[in-house]
């Protein structure tokens, strides 16, 4: 199973996330800016403070999106 190394916030609200594949992804969240779900992510010293637990990357407890779901978020 693919865990989540490290995730690294970048400019304009994407995310760097990098794979113990050596593979990574990039997500972008700020065409979600305006869902309800992801709408706290537009402080961007809040949307800086992302982490992962190798499984899922999370905001605090407040918001976690798994490895599969950053798959089909990066797809669209």
């Known amino acids: 199973m693919i865990k989540i190394v490290k995730v690294i916030p970048r400019e304009d609200y994407c995310l760097e996330i990098i794979l113990d594949?050596?593979?990574?992804?990039?997500?972008?969240?700020?065409?979600r800016l305006n869902?309800?779900?992801?709408?706290?992510?537009?402080?961007?010293?809040f949307f800086n403070k992302v982490s992962t637990?190798?499984?899922?990357?999370s905001w605090?407890?407040?918001?976690?999106?798994?490895?599969?779901e950053i798959f089909q978020l990066a797809q669209k």
Not at 21 to 31: A, E, P, R, T
Not at 53 to 57: A, E, M, R, S
Not at 60 to 68: F, R, W
């Open 60 to 68: 605090d407890g407040k918001i976690e999106v798994s490895l599969s």
């Open 21 to 31: 594949n050596g593979n990574s992804v990039i997500l972008s969240i700020k065409s």
């Open 53 to 57: 637990d190798g499984i899922c990357i």
């Open 35 to 45: 869902t309800i779900r992801f709408g706290i992510l537009e402080d961007i010293e």
